[in-house]
């Protein structure tokens, strides 16, 4: 008896895992929609979703910049994020 709960236990963790791994890839391919621009040159660009990844994802909820490199101009910089509603 003792062994299955321990494994319905296992099983939720790992069902747990996979829901909050899903939610969080959702989460960031949404927020890749977003388009962002770059401080330097202006260049409006879409970010990889896999690049918003958690602490990206953290600065971008607090602050609306993340710190992503410029495909025009090449530089990594706080690029600002154009979220519906700001500016
Ligand atoms: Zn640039």
């Keep these: 008896m003792t062994i299955i709960v321990y494994y319905a236990g296992l099983v939720l963790m790992v069902l747990v895992d996979v829901l909050v791994a899903a939610w969080c890839i959702a989460a960031s391919r949404r927020e890749a929609e977003t388009p ?6 202006g260049e409006v660009f879409y970010a990889k979703w896999y690049r918003l990844w958690w602490g990206r994802r953290l600065s971008l909820t607090m602050q609306g ?7 025009r101009c090449g530089k990594t910089d ?5 979220r519906e509603g700001a500016e």
Aim: glycine content about 0%; proline content about 11%; charged content about 20%.
């Design 36 to 41: 962002f621009v770059c401080p330097n040159c």
């Design 65 to 71: 910049k993340a710190k992503l490199k410029c495909p």
């Design 78 to 82: 706080l690029c600002r994020w154009m």
